[in-house]
C-alpha cells in the first residue's frame, strides 16, 4: 500500500512564500502524473497543480504565475512552491496522482495565510 506524506505547511503573511513536499512510499510519481490539490473549509476539495512524467505542468487559473510544481523521481517526491500567497489560498493541501486515486489521500498540510 503506497503512503503519501505531506509536509511544509504553515502560517505565512499575505505576500510570503511556502515550499510544500510530498514523499511516496513507492515509485508511484515516476509512473503516474502528480497533483497538488486544496481543500478550504467549508468547500470541496479542488486541483491546483500538475507534473507529468515528461515534465509538462498545469495550473489553476487561481494559481498560474505564482505557484511551481516539479518533483524529483530519485526520491519520490513532489514539491509545490507557493509564492505571493493570498488569504484565500488558505486550505489544507493533498498530494495524490492525477487524476486522483482514493486510496492514495494523506492527512495533507496545512496553509493559512493571515497577517
Known amino acids: 500500500q503506497v503512503q503519501l506524506v505531506e509536509s511544509g505547511g504553515g502560517l505565512v503573511q499575505p505576500g510570503g512564500s511556502l515550499r510544500l513536499s510530498c514523499v511516496a512510499s513507492?515509485?508511484?510519481?515516476?509512473?503516474?502524473?502528480s497533483a497538488w490539490y486544496r481543500q478550504a473549509p467549508g468547500k470541496q476539495r479542488e486541483f491546483v497543480a500538475v507534473?507529468?512524467?515528461?515534465?509538462?505542468?498545469n495550473y489553476a487559473e487561481s494559481v498560474k504565475g505564482r505557484f511551481a510544481i516539479s518533483r524529483d523521481n530519485a526520491k519520490n517526491t513532489v514539491y509545490l512552491q507557493m509564492n505571493s500567497l493570498k488569504p484565500e489560498d488558505t486550505a489544507v493541501y493533498y498530494c495524490?496522482?492525477?487524476?486522483?486515486?482514493?486510496?492514495?489521500w494523506g492527512q495533507g498540510t496545512q496553509v493559512t495565510v493571515s497577517s
Open positions: 507534473i507529468n512524467s515528461a515534465g509538462r505542468t
Open positions: 495524490n496522482t492525477n487524476p486522483a486515486d482514493a486510496a492514495y
Open positions: 513507492g515509485r508511484i510519481f515516476s509512473i503516474n502524473p
